[in-house]
């Protein structure tokens, strides 16, 4: 059964996970929050690594933070978007968009002109 939170899905991946998955996405979900990042084959493999541990609860759960752990350097260069080039393409866009709106002031023109000469 699903949470409350029905609904609320993160992106167009993230509901399609939730709808394959149902419950076994949640659970992941919960001990990995960037699941909603991820292929489909590689939440089918971290679900998979959570029934393949028999024992306990906490078992099964140390077994998937585990396998995540060795896994997520390899998910970060494949899936997940570098936030320090991210922030330097918006600086970079920022400045784009300045540019633009005051290349509309004729002292602007004037000035970039004069850069020129």
């Given at each position: 059964m699903n949470?409350?939170?029905?609904?609320?899905?993160e992106?167009?991946?993230?509901?399609?996970l939730?709808?394959?998955?149902?419950?076994?996405y949640?659970?992941i979900k919960r001990?990995?929050?960037?699941?909603?990042e991820?292929p489909?084959?590689?939440v089918?493999?971290?679900?998979?690594k959570?029934y393949?541990?028999?024992?306990?609860?906490?078992?099964?759960?140390?077994?998937?933070?585990?396998?995540?752990h060795k896994k997520e350097?390899?998910?970060k260069r494949?899936y997940?978007?570098?936030?320090?080039e991210?922030e330097?393409?918006?600086?970079?866009n920022?400045?784009e968009?300045v540019?633009?709106?005051?290349?509309?002031?004729?002292e602007?023109?004037?000035?970039?002109?004069?850069?020129?000469?």
């Amino acid at each position: 059964m699903n949470s409350i939170f029905q609904n609320n899905y993160e992106s167009d991946n993230d509901e399609r996970l939730d709808k394959k998955f149902s419950y076994n996405y949640q659970v992941i979900k919960r001990m990995y929050p960037k699941a909603s990042e991820l292929p489909e084959e590689e939440v089918r493999g971290i679900i998979q690594k959570y029934y393949d541990k028999r024992g306990t609860h906490e078992e099964s759960q140390q077994a998937v933070m585990d396998y995540i752990h060795k896994k997520e350097p390899e998910w970060k260069r494949l899936y997940f978007k570098d936030e320090k080039e991210d922030e330097q393409t918006r600086r970079f866009n920022g400045m784009e968009r300045v540019d633009k709106l005051l290349s509309y002031l004729p002292e602007y023109k004037t000035l970039k002109d004069a850069k020129q000469i």
